[in-house]
């Protein structure tokens, strides 16, 4: 199996590199979706959540209010270290279920909104970065209804260029049209993904 880990920032293109990726065949494991799967409603996840931090962490329809909880985590150690016991490892499990279900001969795409921020690169045989300039970053957010400011928050919150730059075995530029990027993502699937893949098939006894 290849494991590749693919991040970048907000707005920078992951899904749309994702996606194409999955046309090809790779399987993708969504590491937000995950994330959200493993504390829904009638989950043990969410039960354990309500049970530490009480009913004021649900919304009306007994869902996880995530503002609620950012707010309630926010600057207490203690808080977000309880939350964390909760979902890190239902998340570790889910995902390892899913690499193992991809099955020997995957290319694996792991899509980790915060691969570089918490320092996860060891866990990939290759770490792509997407990326694209700020302002087309901002617009592709706001056009997706976010409010400018809030686009320019959160993108500030996250790594920066040079943090990025570190970690990355492949850096996809996505600073042109969709085209642009899609044709890249093809291009690395052939001349890069495929062909370590089966250098690692061949190697494995
Ligand atoms: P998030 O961090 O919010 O999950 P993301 O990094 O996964 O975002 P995408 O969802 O792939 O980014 O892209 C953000 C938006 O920008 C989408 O609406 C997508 O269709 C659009 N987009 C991505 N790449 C391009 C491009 N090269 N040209 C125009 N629009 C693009």
Known sequence: ????????????????????????????????????EVVAVGTDGLAEIAARFGPEVLDADGALDRAAMARLVFGDEAARSDLNGIVHPRVAART????????????????????VENGYQADYHLVIIVDA????????LVDRGLPEEDARARIGAQASEAQRRDAADIWL?????????????????????VPFEANIRSRSP
């Open 133 to 140: 300039p700020v302002e087309q970053r901002v617009r592709r």
């Open 173 to 193: 530029d996505n600073g042109a049209e969709l085209d642009r990027i899609r044709s890249s993502v093809d291009e690395l699937w052939r001349e890069r993904l």
């Open 96 to 115: 390892a279920e899913l690499m193992a279900e991809a099955g020997s001969d995957a290319i694996v795409v792991h899509d980790v909104p915060l691969l």
């Open 1 to 36: 199996m290849l494991r590749v880990g693919l991040t970048g920032g907000i707005g920078s293109g992951k899904s749309t590199v994702a996606d194409r990726l999955a046309e090809h065949g790779a399987r993708v494991i969504d590491a937000d979706r995950i994330s959200r």
